[in-house]
């Protein structure tokens, strides 16, 4: 009996919408997962000649990508051969004979697993409520929802976020009424004093302790430094520092379960949605553990892995936190500012990019380098740049390539297989050879003293990234040494958002200077 093969990974948009497609269809595939089976990477490479994912078949003929699988179901839809699509691929497909070729063969070994997280530790991981344990996530929630909160002024700043101390402990004894809860408002200052010493709760400079005060302004910790993304909470719970890219590795099947939630059937993602989830607010906790997480004993491989895996992840928690850029000027903002903390390392996503896995080179359009000669996070940059990584942090438009998580052991093949499955999409490098021009993702402009002294050695660099027909392609126009025309196309800054919150420098900052706050005192 024929069928239909998907190969497929499992947080891939475009995959999504090419298996709702089918199923919209009510036809039946079978799919071969590039995440539990990454070893069948190299069987889909070998049937399909491509790189990105999905690929599709049907029986032993090769569809191709989610375009074209769409392109040929909306030419069933058109052409009515049959009453319905699923009756044609019943005649056409499933009377078959099975595919004989063993490589489109669902795999019959165990799935890869990931590496389990280590217990965590209850005595941390908790608080203790008028005797009553509560973890620190139920109990930042609960007081995220129940504390007052507000824009107060004193002496020319305005705390955002903040509340009266005076305020703080009567919404306690409401969020925590008897019986479980207080009963006097002593009970509710010491458990304030107690979230304080805990890192939940801060005075807003840092100078005075918890009390039943109308003058002293206070703010929840997941309000206290906007800009850096896993900040929700003060991680003091067990750190995987044995194997930090188990811990991505882990933080990105989280955080793709909140992606699949709030993606739909055409692979677009509602942003604002996905920030209510609850599977959202248990990821904000769980990516909080990169607190405890030192790159500096990292080897250069274990550096690669886990700062792209990381970039990767940050961007995308990053459109839902504090939303997406959408003119240049916050474009600027969100990579230069928005920031995460790495062991104890603040980085923004500049800086991670160019002073840490670009070895601490300008930033495009930067004056100067990420890290000052004075700054401790040089010691972070690597010694030497691969020029791959642009391909691994940015991933093509149409389909992605088939290496969503970078491992230390295997980083020297996902580079080369990120790198020819950007590079052979036509939008990315487009060559023709008749008139001698060489079309290329503006990445290359952006960052081409990674790849090539000038403009003009581009070919030359880029040739070593394709393969098959372009490659001899290119490869012929370089060995005329005739002169090649080397274009950029525009950078598609476009997301996959069907419904996202703007971003907004100004909600990076926390205390704000103000004459009308000066003013109001």
Same mark, same amino acid.
């Given at each position: 009996?024929?069928? +239909?093969?998907?190969?497929?990974?499992?947080?891939?948009?475009?995959?999504?919408?090419?298996?709702?497609?089918?199923?919209?269809?009510?036809?039946?595939?079978?799919?071969?997962?590039?995440?539990?089976?990454?070893?069948?990477?190299?069987?889909?490479?070998?049937?399909?000649?491509?790189?990105?994912?999905?690929?599709?078949?049907?029986?032993?003929?090769? +569809?191709?990508?989610? #375009?074209?699988?769409?392109?040929?179901?909306?030419?069933?839809?058109?052409?009515?051969?049959?009453?319905?699509?699923?009756?044609?691929?019943?005649?056409?497909?499933?009377?078959?004979?099975?595919?004989?070729?063993?490589?489109?063969? *669902?795999?019959?070994?165990?799935?890869?697993?990931?590496?389990?997280?280590?217990?965590?530790?209850?005595?941390?991981?908790?608080?203790?409520?008028?005797?009553?344990?509560?973890?620190?996530?139920?109990?930042?929630?609960?007081?995220?929802?129940?504390?007052?909160?507000?824009?107060?002024? !004193?002496?020319?700043?305005? !705390?955002?976020?903040?509340?009266?101390?005076?305020?703080?402990?009567?919404?306690?004894?409401?969020?925590?009424?008897?019986?479980?809860?207080?009963?006097?408002?002593?009970?509710?200052?010491?458990?304030?004093?107690?979230?304080?010493?805990?890192?939940?709760?801060?005075?807003?400079?840092?100078?005075?302790?918890?009390?039943?005060?109308?003058?002293?302004?206070?703010?929840?910790?997941?309000?206290?430094?906007?800009?850096?993304?896993?900040?929700?909470?003060?991680?003091? #719970?067990?750190?995987?520092?044995?194997?930090?890219?188990?811990?991505? +590795?882990?933080?990105?099947?989280?955080?793709?379960?909140?992606?699949?939630?709030?993606? #739909?059937?055409?692979?677009?993602?509602?942003?604002?949605?996905?920030?209510?989830?609850?599977?959202?607010?248990?990821?904000?906790?769980?990516?909080?553990?990169?607190?405890?997480?030192?790159?500096?004993?990292?080897?250069?491989?274990?550096?690669?892995?886990?700062?792209?895996?990381? !970039?990767?992840?940050?961007?995308?928690?990053?459109?839902?936190?504090?939303?997406?850029?959408?003119?240049?000027?916050?474009?600027?903002?969100?990579?230069?500012?928005?920031?995460?903390?790495?062991?104890?390392?603040?980085?923004?996503?500049?800086?991670?990019?160019?002073?840490?896995?670009?070895?601490?080179?300008?930033?495009? !359009?930067?004056?100067?380098?990420?890290?000052?000669?004075?700054?401790?996070?040089?010691?972070?940059?690597?010694?030497?740049?691969?020029?791959?990584?642009?391909?691994?942090?940015?991933?093509?438009?149409?389909?992605?390539?088939?290496?969503?998580?970078?491992?230390?052991?295997?980083?020297?093949?996902?580079?080369?297989?990120?790198?020819?499955?950007?590079?052979?999409?036509? #939008?990315?490098?487009?060559?023709?050879?008749?008139?001698?021009?060489?079309?290329?993702?503006?990445?290359?402009?952006?960052?081409?003293?990674?790849?090539?002294?000038?403009?003009?050695?581009?070919?030359?660099? *880029?040739?070593?990234?394709?393969?098959?027909?372009?490659?001899?392609?290119?490869?012929?126009?370089?060995?005329?040494?005739?002169?090649?025309?080397?274009?950029?196309?525009?950078?598609?800054?476009?997301?996959?958002?069907?419904?996202?919150?703007?971003?907004?420098?100004?909600?990076? +900052?926390?205390?704000?200077?103000?004459?009308?706050?000066?003013?109001?005192?």
């Amino acid at each position: 009996m024929g069928k +239909i093969t998907v190969f497929a990974l499992s947080d891939c948009p475009h995959c999504k919408r090419a298996k709702a497609a089918l199923l919209a269809r009510e036809i039946p595939y079978t799919e071969i997962s590039l995440s539990t089976h990454p070893e069948k990477r190299t069987d889909m490479l070998s049937l399909a000649d491509q790189l990105t994912v999905p690929q599709i078949f049907f029986n032993d003929a090769h +569809i191709g990508g989610a #375009d074209a699988v769409l392109a040929l179901l909306a030419k069933w839809d058109d052409e009515a051969k049959f009453s319905t699509p699923l009756e044609r691929y019943q005649s056409e497909i499933e009377a078959k004979d099975d595919p004989t070729d063993p490589r489109l063969q *669902v795999p019959t070994t165990p799935p890869k697993e990931d590496r389990p997280a280590p217990p965590r530790n209850e005595s941390e991981d908790s608080i203790d409520i008028m005797g009553k344990k509560k973890s620190i996530l139920q109990v930042t929630q609960h007081l995220m929802e129940t504390l007052p909160k507000a824009d107060l002024k !004193y002496r020319g700043t305005i !705390y955002k976020n903040s509340f009266l101390a005076s305020d703080g402990v009567n919404a306690i004894m409401k969020a925590y009424p008897p019986p479980c809860g207080f009963t006097v408002k002593e009970d509710a200052i010491k458990f304030g004093q107690t979230l304080q010493q805990r890192g939940i709760l801060h005075h807003v400079t840092g100078d005075h302790t918890f009390q039943d005060n109308s003058k002293l302004f206070f703010r929840l910790q997941p309000f206290h430094t906007p800009r850096i993304l896993n900040s929700f909470r003060v991680w003091t #719970d067990r750190v995987d520092s044995d194997d930090p890219l188990a811990l991505s +590795i882990r933080l990105k099947k989280a955080f793709g379960k909140v992606e699949s939630n709030a993606t #739909d059937n055409d692979g677009n993602m509602d942003y604002v949605a996905a920030a209510s989830d609850p599977k959202y607010f248990e990821f904000e906790e769980a990516v909080c553990e990169l607190q405890g997480i030192k790159m500096e004993p990292m080897d250069r491989n274990t550096t690669l892995a886990f700062g792209i895996n990381v !970039y990767n992840l940050m961007v995308k928690y990053a459109f839902i936190k504090v939303g997406i850029p959408i003119t240049s000027v916050e474009r600027s903002s969100f990579f230069g500012k928005v920031s995460f903390d790495i062991g104890g390392d603040v980085m923004s996503f500049s800086d991670l990019e160019n002073g840490v896995l670009r070895g601490n080179k300008r930033a495009p !359009y930067a004056l100067s380098v990420p890290f000052s000669k004075d700054d401790p996070r040089r010691r972070l940059a690597l010694d030497k740049m691969d020029n791959r990584i642009h391909f691994g942090l940015n991933c093509g438009a149409k389909s992605c390539p088939p290496v969503k998580k970078f491992s230390a052991d295997a980083i020297e093949e996902e580079l080369r297989i990120v790198a020819q499955a950007f590079c052979e999409q036509d #939008d990315n490098v487009g060559i023709n050879e008749e008139k001698y021009e060489l079309s290329l993702n503006t990445i290359l402009n952006w960052y081409r003293s990674d790849f090539a002294e000038s403009k003009e050695k581009l070919p030359e660099a *880029v040739v070593g990234f394709l393969r098959n027909d372009k490659r001899a392609k290119l490869q012929r126009m370089i060995d005329s040494k005739k002169s090649i025309t080397v274009k950029f196309t525009t950078y598609d800054w476009g997301t996959n958002a069907s419904n996202q919150k703007k971003h907004k420098s100004s909600a990076l +900052i926390v205390d704000e200077k103000s004459v009308t706050a000066l003013l109001s005192t």
